[in-house]
């Protein structure tokens, strides 16, 4: 079975740093994709970035990168010049590839950006 | 990204009453939607997945019974939390996947917090 862990329950970072989210996972298959979601105080759950397995080239959205290590099965994202909106609760997710099922998800970050 | 619209974000009952929320995804078609639960500074709980035309399948643990799912076409899902207690009292969240589109992420509705007084 899939698992994902991460191992920082809350983070905090000064407005305008840069913070980087852990994330391991567990598998036995080459084929996955893998996510990190924001969910704000709103608790709206929002996509920040995904990562294809088969692709080397660590996925970027503007401020949000990813160092995805397939050999150490890691996944941790990096936000730079934080703002104060980033503020949220962080999940890392994971799906096999070729499934139509739920993500498996980690037990999440809570990242605080003080201004 | 494509829309999922939950409803309703709030709603309070009394206690023994049921409850239905709505999640439809507005421009896309969902063969499958999944319905979570979520506690207090805790990830996503996966309580049942939804499938159009057949029954729904849930997680180990899940009542049947009180929290039916009903996913009538490729873009509703609906959940209805029959005979509410203040325990059932949560955050729950729908998501659906583009059935288009393989490895897609999901998608979610804004949640809804259900009070049962």
């Known amino acids: 079975a899939q698992t994902v862990t991460q191992s920082q329950p809350e983070m905090s970072v000064q407005e305008a740093e840069t913070v980087t989210l852990s994330c391991t996972y567990d598998?036995?298959?080459?084929?996955?994709?893998l996510f990190w979601y924001k969910q704000p105080p709103s608790r709206q759950m929002i996509l920040v970035i995904r990562?294809?397995?088969?692709?080397?080239q660590n996925a970027t959205e503007n401020r949000f990168s990813v160092n995805f290590q397939k050999a150490a099965k890691s996944f941790s994202l990096k936000i730079s010049d934080s703002q104060l909106g980033d503020t949220a609760m962080y999940f890392c997710?994971?799906?096999?590839?070729?499934?139509?099922?739920?993500?498996?998800f980690g037990k999440g970050t809570k990242l605080s950006v003080k201004p | 990204g494509a829309v999922v619209s939950q409803h309703p974000s709030r709603v309070i009952c009394k206690s023994g009453t049921s409850v239905k929320i709505e999640c439809r995804s507005l421009?896309?078609?969902?063969?499958?939607m999944f319905w979570y639960r979520q506690f207090p500074k805790q990830s996503l709980m996966l309580m049942a997945t939804?499938?159009?035309?057949?029954?729904?399948?849930?997680e180990q643990g899940v009542e049947k019974d009180k929290f039916l799912i009903n996913h009538a076409s490729l873009t509703l899902s609906t959940l209805t939390v029959t005979s509410a207690h203040p325990e059932d009292s949560s955050f729950y969240i729908c998501?659906?996947?583009?059935?288009?589109?393989?490895?897609?992420?999901?998608?979610f509705g804004q949640g809804t917090r259900l009070t049962v007084v």
């Open positions: 998501s659906a996947r583009d059935r288009r589109i393989m490895n897609t992420e999901a998608f």
């Open positions: 598998t036995s298959e080459s084929n996955y994709y």
């Open positions: 990562q294809e397995a088969y692709k080397q």
């Open positions: 997710a994971f799906i096999l590839g070729g499934s139509q099922g739920n993500l498996i």
């Open positions: 421009d896309f078609q969902a063969t499958t």
């Open positions: 939804s499938n159009e035309g057949s029954k729904a399948t849930y």
